[in-house]
């Protein structure tokens, strides 16, 4: 092996939108070299630092990749956007695999992209906001979602157990007009004669009766199920509905917070566009530039002045610096 085998960068990219973030990069990369070939092997060393160059040639082709591109579009497909700006891609639009460097023979195989942040601490704070929401709203769309479906899976199971109660009742009532079947032969051919014919008489009233007993529980049993189908899909299509209802909610509510974000962002860079860098660096000078007229104005000659958080031993000090000549202003 030829050097290392992998090389880590951090960089500062800016997008179209103007938002400026820090990018650690960490890279895979080899040497090709011709054993033999005196100009192959000394291709290897035409470069003194081969890891800066490398680090700036890639860090140049990311820079152009994120810069004609928004911070929405680069937060959501950083890695793709830094592979494609770095590897390119062929006339086929496939993203290349590797990116080579013809001055040393250097070979560029893999990028991963270990973080990207905010360099403004407001638009990290921003951003780590939004995100927060949008998890938050995502949990609650879960959770809201598996308590329609644990209701309507109970409603389900209820509609089934009243269906096969009725079932079984019909069961019953057929096993009982059997019965009574069975029971009307019996006296038929015990009896003769009158008795013989009110028992074929009443076993008939009694057939007939358990068969309109038998339709009435069909009856009731399709008319339950036909009523809890009915409720079960009325409850179903209220559920779906309020499902979809909450899920364009909280699309709405992620939406909202995202442009909200967006909005601060651009704020803050358009307000730091108009006053500008002199402006700024002139206020920050003002202060100071005010106490040292001020002390030239009272002929002080003789000043020491510290932070306030590192103190000073006079006692130890020493004399040169205690009593050193008049400092010239």
Wanted: aromatic letters at 4%; charged letters at 25%.
């Amino acid at each position: 092996m030829l050097g290392p085998d992998f090389i880590s960068d951090e960089l500062v990219v800016e997008t179209s939108d103007h938002a400026r973030l820090k990018v650690a990069l960490a890279m895979n990369n080899y040497f090709t070299v011709k054993c033999g070939d005196a100009e192959s092997e000394a291709k290897l060393f035409s470069v003194p630092d081969f890891i800066g160059f490398a680090c700036r040639e890639v860090a140049s082709k990311i820079r152009g990749a994120v810069a004609g591109i928004p911070f929405e579009k680069f937060h959501k497909y950083s890695s793709e956007i830094i592979r494609a700006g770095v590897f390119g891609r062929d006339e086929h639009g496939k993203l290349r695999d590797q990116l080579v460097f013809p001055a040393n023979n250097l070979v560029i195989t893999n990028i991963d992209v270990q973080s990207i942040e905010p360099v403004d601490q407001q638009m990290r704070d921003s951003l780590s906001k939004s995100v927060q929401m949008a998890i938050e709203i995502s949990t609650k769309s879960i959770e809201r979602a598996a308590q329609h479906e644990a209701k309507r899976t109970e409603q389900k199971a209820k509609g089934e157990l009243e269906r096969q109660k009725l079932q079984n009742e019909k069961e019953a009532e057929e096993a009982r007009c059997t019965l009574l079947e069975l029971q009307a032969v019996a006296a038929a051919v015990e009896s003769s004669g009158q008795s013989k014919a009110e028992a074929q008489a009443r076993a008939e009233r009694l057939l007939i009766e358990g068969q309109s007993a038998i339709e009435l529980a069909e009856l009731k049993a399709e008319a339950a199920r036909i009523e809890t189908n009915a409720e079960l899909d009325c409850q179903t299509r209220a559920r779906e509905a309020e499902i979809q209802f909450l899920k364009e909610q909280n699309e709405l509510e992620t939406s909202r917070a995202r442009e909200l974000g967006n909005i601060e962002v651009e704020k803050f860079s358009k307000t730091v566009d108009c006053i500008g860098q002199s402006t700024i660096s002139t206020i920050a000078k003002a202060g100071p530039q005010a106490k040292m007229q001020l002390l030239q104005g009272l002929g002080i000659q003789n000043t020491l002045i510290t932070d306030g958080k590192t103190p000073l031993n006079v006692y130890q000090a020493s004399q040169g610096t205690l009593l050193s000549p008049p400092l010239a202003h």
